[in-house]
Each structure stands twice: as C-alpha cells, then as structure tokens.
C-alpha cells in the first residue's frame, strides 16, 4: 500500500508543505518579505532535515510525530509573534529560560492576540476535515521512502544550512529581526548561539579609562569633586523610589479636570525635576532598572541582567560605595526574591539586606502583589525601625509595584472620573493605576514627614519603564493619548520616564527643572555628585548636573546602536523600517543621508556597549563563604 502512495500524497509532502506556508506567512507578517525564495532558501532546508530524520528512524507511529513536530512548530512561531507584537523584535533562544517569568506579562498577552494568527491552524482544520469527511483521496498516507533518497535530502538541506551559516557567521548581529529577516530565523538564532559561546568584544577593558567614556560622549571631562553641587547634600539617608511603569508624560496631565498624579507634581516643583530622562532597560525589565540604579553599568541586552550575574560581585556599586561610607543599606519589593533572580542579583550588588514578600505579606493584594498602600506601610515600618536602632544613615532602595501592566484596578479602587470613552481601554486602566500608585506615594510621604525621616534624607524618585507601549495599545488608545496630549503619542513620549532628586531642607537651589538630556545610567553618578562621594572603577553614565552633552544608548526595546543624543533620535534599519531619525518632540526627520550624518554617534554608541559588555564580563566572582 505503502509504495502505491505518491510522494504528493505522503506525511512528508503535506506536512512540508503545511510548516513551508505557515512560515512563509510569518516572514510576510513579521518582516513583511514577500519573496518566498526566501523561505526556500533560508528556512526549508531545516524542515528538510528534520523531516528526513523522522523518516530515516520512525517506523511505528509515524503520524503522530509529525502531528508533535506540527504542534510544538506551530507554538513556537505563535510565541514568536506574540513576542514581536510586544517588543517589536524576534525573540532569541534567550527568551525560553525566561518562560517562569511570564507571570510579568501574562495578562498583557490576551491583549496581543491576533485573527491573523489563525493561519496557524489551517494545516490542523485541513487534517480534521479531511478525516471527518473520511476522504482519502486527501488525507495524507504513509509512505515508505528509500533510504538513499531521505539521505540524499538530508545532506542537500545540511550543506545548505552549513553554507548559510558559514558565509554570515562572522557578522554581529544588531538587530535580531533584521538579521533573521535577511538570513533565516533559525540560521540567525545559529549565528547568535555562535556569537554567545565566541563573544563579540576582544575589548582590553583596563585600558578603558571614565574621561575616555566621558569624552565619548563629547564633555570634556571634570574631576569628580569638582563638579557642580558635588559634597552639596553629605550625611543624610538616602532613599530611593522606583515606581512601575511610570512614564514622564502622567506629570502635570490633567484629565476632565482631574490630576492625575497630584503627589508627584508637588514633589516636582520642590525638588531637582529632571525633565529629559528615559529608561535604558533590556530584557529585565523592571530587574534591569535596579541593576542600573545601583551599578551604572548598560544592561547585558536579550537576557535578563540578573540571570547573567549570578555568582558576580558589581565591586563599585551603589550599595557597596555607601557601605564603605557607614550606610546600613538595604532593597524592598513585594515578589518573591526569587522572581527576575533578585536572589542572585541582590548579592551581586552587594546589598546589606532585602525585605521581599516573606517580609512584606500577601495582603490587600492588586495585580501582582500587595497593593502599594500596603506595601509602603510596610516598608515605613522597616525604615522607623533602621531609624530606632541605630541604623542610620541608611540607603533604601523601594520598588513600588500596582501600576503594573494590564493596569486592571479594582472597582474600589478607580478613583479617576474618566469620560466613558476610556472604560476598558489601555489608557483608561494605566491613567486609574498611576493615580492610584500616586495617591499611595503621597500617604507614604506624609509618613516619611512624620516620622522625621523625610528631613534626615534625600528622596530619588524614578520610572522603572514605559506602560503604555508597542502591541498592548490599540487605535483606540492612539486616539485618546492625543486627546489628553494634544499631540501624537510618540517614542520619545514612551520612553521619557520621571527623574527627580529632593533635598532636605527649604533650598532654593535645589528646586529647578533640569532639561539636560539623560538616562538611568546617568542617576547613580548625580546622586553620588550630591551626596560628596566620589564613584570608584568604571561606571557608564555620567552626572547629569555636570555635563552637557549626552549619549543614551537603548538595548532590547530598540535596535543595538539606536541612540539619543541633545537633539535627536536616531534608530537604525529594522526588520520593517529604514534609518529614522527624529527631533526630541517626536517629530520626524526627512534627512537625506541619515545614517551618513550620524556615523559617529552610532559608531560611539556601540563602542560604549562594547567596552560596558567587557566590563560586565570581567566583574569578579564573589568569595564563597
């Protein structure tokens, strides 16, 4: 019977080419490549193989292997475009080790479903009614092939695979989209294991001084303490604020009458408010954001900063650097330690202690975790205590948590009026968590005022990252943005977090707005500016209230080497889009020859990764006890 089936009517063929047409569809929706010569070239060769080996050993159940290999293919490339909906990107072999972190992004998922995605599943309608109508004639039979001919196949697929890989091997990759648009995905996810297990940096990072990433940066640069405002704010406790999902753009909004965060305006007008600020995080996330408050050195991109760092010892970080100035220093968050391997992370950076759901509780619970009110009160009641026993001055960092995406808020707790128009949408869920997570920060400041805190300490406060962003929003959100903007919501827009530094004390000087364009690597080096001490070892941000010039350089979010300097936004080609270039408002740059114009820049901002990745690379390994 066996023999008597033609080739067009085997496993083999159907099967070839259900994967061949779903990832062609892919790659049209993905990269929008309609050339299917590509996905001849780059892609099928693997199928080839695979297929081939099922045939060559599979003998008994031959059917069923290929319904797997059909399932675990579909998943794979219906994660890949969930993922590139959320992050604009395709995802490396990285992002499977952060499966047990889904939680952060789960109920955003449901949000990034598409009816397109439905092309996946044509092979498996195809199957079923094919079997329901009990037609044989088309569904698909077994079919014993020679094995000279699934070997002859085999090795044509190998040889191609090998030479693809072969001629791009040696070619960093930038863009994990554009690569795999230009050379195949699988042969890019290839190349990008290649490149992990080589390296990418042959950087001697010893002979890489601060003044030469200052100058990169075009400052000439200043000794420490002789900077402005250095030694300006000495001896005082330090605590710092990072608030989820904060974006610059909720302050001073007002919405049908009604601030939207009433508490961080007030701090904004009695503090250092650093208007031009935005995140740098990569793949961590909310993770990556402490690691760069208390390191000043660039997240390592694709893979979580915490999951790299394990078993490192940051010699020069935050918390260490006030430890050898007699700080007590200590990290509160409501998850579990474990979550984003902050057990790994927080010992990296050399904290004295970490105060993580075993401490804070499970109550009152919003999303994630403890709502903010609750969590706040726990964390005051941890400070009164460092403050009753003697441990002081003291640095604390407190991550805030219930402004997390999807924003969903109880009832009860909605306290924004908004028009019917925002009921159910992106923008009406972020606008009621900001306001609620702002009414929290208020009841904590007035504790911090109470307990006499707030005049013993300088307070940061900052974003962690975006909410409103990417493959979440829908036109309807666009719309609104607008409404409540009275401009188009733009990436600068996205990535503008709020920065501020509040000094104790009623000083006028310490109550500006600063416009000088920075990003989270640049916090640590201001703060510890204010405080008198003098950073040690290399660190890759830089006091925004010394220097002018700037070069923020952004990983994961945006293409390596897209970068913001004091007037524009420059990111390069991607998957679906040529060199763009805007202005600090948004507006775009019809430039004739832009990647011309800002060769230097793009080639400066991959030397900072470069010589922040080496850097990363040869931080030491802790002592074991």
Not at 255 to 262: K, L
Not at 351 to 369: L, P
Request: hydrophobic letters at 40%.
């Amino acid at each position: 019977m066996h023999e008597k089936t033609s080739f067009t009517h085997s496993y083999f063929f159907f099967f070839l080419v259900a994967f061949s047409l779903k990832l062609y569809v892919f790659r049209l929706l993905q990269f929008e490549d309609f050339n299917p010569l590509n996905t001849i070239w780059y892609e099928l060769c693997f199928i080839v193989i695979l297929f081939a080996i099922v045939e060559l050993f599979i003998k008994k159940g031959k059917f069923t292997v290929y319904i797997i290999l059909d399932v675990l293919f579909t998943l794979l490339l219906f994660a890949m475009a969930v993922y590139g909906r959320y992050f604009h990107n395709i995802p490396t072999y990285h992002a499977l080790a952060q499966v047990n972190q889904v939680g952060s992004v789960s109920g955003s998922i449901w949000l990034l479903l598409s009816f397109k995605d439905l092309y996946l599943l044509v092979d498996f309608v195809l199957l079923i009614i094919f079997h329901r109508i009990k037609s044989k004639r088309f569904f698909p039979q077994d079919r014993t092939f020679t094995k000279k001919s699934m070997l002859a196949l085999g090795v044509v697929g190998l040889l191609i695979s090998i030479l693809n890989f072969s001629l791009h091997r040696d070619e960093v990759i930038r863009d994990q989209a554009l690569f795999s648009k230009k050379y195949g995905v699988t042969n890019a996810q290839l190349i990008k294991a290649n490149e992990d297990v080589l390296g990418t940096t042959n950087t001697n990072i010893s002979k890489v001084t601060q003044e030469d990433i200052i100058k990169l940066k075009g400052n000439k640069p200043v000794p420490f303490e002789e900077h402005t405002y250095f030694d300006s704010v000495p001896d005082k406790n330090l605590l710092i604020i990072q608030l989820e999902s904060f974006q610059d753009f909720v302050v001073d909004l007002k919405v049908n009458g009604q601030e939207i965060t009433p508490n961080l305006n007030k701090l904004t007008k009695e503090s250092m408010y650093f208007k031009n600020v935005f995140q740098q995080i990569g793949s961590g996330n909310t993770a990556d954001a402490e690691f760069i408050m208390n390191a000043s050195v660039y997240p390592v991109g694709e893979v979580p900063t915490s999951q790299k760092i394990e078993g490192k010892k940051v010699e020069h970080s935050l918390p260490r650097l006030l430890k050898e100035e007699g700080y007590f220093t200590s990290t509160f968050h409501a998850d579990k330690v474990t979550y984003w391997n902050r057990d790994a992370l927080y010992p990296a950076l050399g904290f004295d202690a970490y105060f993580d759901s075993e401490y804070i509780g499970e109550k009152d619970i919003i999303g994630f975790g403890p709502s903010d009110k609750y969590f706040y009160n726990r964390t005051m009641k941890k400070l009164k205590e460092f403050q009753n026993t003697g441990k002081e001055p003291f640095y604390a960092h407190v991550l805030s948590l219930t402004s997390h995406s999807p924003f969903k808020m109880p009832k009860e707790k909605q306290m924004l009026d908004l028009p019917e128009r925002y009921t159910d949408t992106l923008t009406g869920n972020y606008l009621q968590s900001v306001h609620y997570a702002d009414q929290a920060l208020g009841k904590f400041i007035q504790e911090l005022k109470k307990s006499g805190l707030w005049d013993d300490s300088m307070i940061a406060l900052y974003g962690d990252h975006s909410g409103v962003h990417g493959g979440l929003m829908e036109e309807e959100d666009n719309k609104l943005l607008k409404e409540i903007l009275n401009e188009e919501y733009t990436m600068e827009d996205r990535f503008n977090i709020p920065f501020l530094i509040h000094v104790p004390g009623d000083k006028d000087k310490f109550i500006k707005e600063v416009d000088t364009v920075g990003g989270q690597l640049d916090m640590m080096p201001t703060i510890l500016n204010l405080m008198g001490i003098k950073p040690k070892g290399l660190y890759f941000g830089q006091d925004i209230l010394q220097y002018k010039n700037n070069l923020i350089g952004m990983r994961y979010y945006l293409p390596t080497g897209a970068f913001i300097n004091n007037e524009h936004f420059f990111i390069p080609e991607t998957s679906k889009e040529p060199v763009r270039v805007y202005d600090l408002k948004g507006k775009s740059l019809n430039l004739e020859n832009p990647k011309q114009t800002f060769k230097s820049d793009y080639q400066n901002m991959l030397q900072l990764y470069d010589w922040s990745d080496a850097y990363f690379e040869e931080l030491p390994m802790k002592e074991k006890k």
